[in-house]
């Protein structure tokens, strides 16, 4: 079973820095992209970066400056290091990996359960 788990998110005062993890785990060939989205209450979720399995990376231009995304493909594991936090970037941030399954030639998306980013004094 593909499971996408995250950790990290927590309550931090404007300016200062989090970092989240996404491990992925289950029958996993590769991963072909992995991404970070968020979502506030009445809000749509966004796309706020995304890195390829070569290492392209892409931002949304509300965090380009503040946030990277990385990842260890040894440990199926992506990253997001997000610094100079604003309490605009509050939100419910989730894991996406796309992947190849041992059992499947075709591609599937995956989502984290979420977890939750508070910028606040």
């Known amino acids: 079973q593909v499971q996408l788990v995250e950790s990290g998110g927590g309550l931090v005062q404007p300016g200062g820095s989090l970092r989240l993890s996404c491990a992925a785990s289950?029958?996993?060939?590769?991963?072909?992209?992995m991404a970070w989205y968020r979502q506030s209450p009445g809000k749509e979720r966004e796309l706020v970066a995304t890195i390829s399995n070569g290492g392209t990376t892409n931002y949304a231009d509300s965090v380009k400056g503040r946030f990277t995304i990385s990842k260890d493909s040894a440990k199926k594991t992506a990253y997001l290091q997000m610094n100079s936090l604003e309490p605009e970037d509050t939100a419910v941030y989730y894991c996406n990996a796309k992947l190849k399954l041992y059992y499947s030639p075709n591609d599937g998306a995956y989502w984290g359960q979420g977890t939750q980013v508070t910028v606040s004094s």
């Open positions: 289950g029958p996993i060939q590769s991963i072909n992209t």
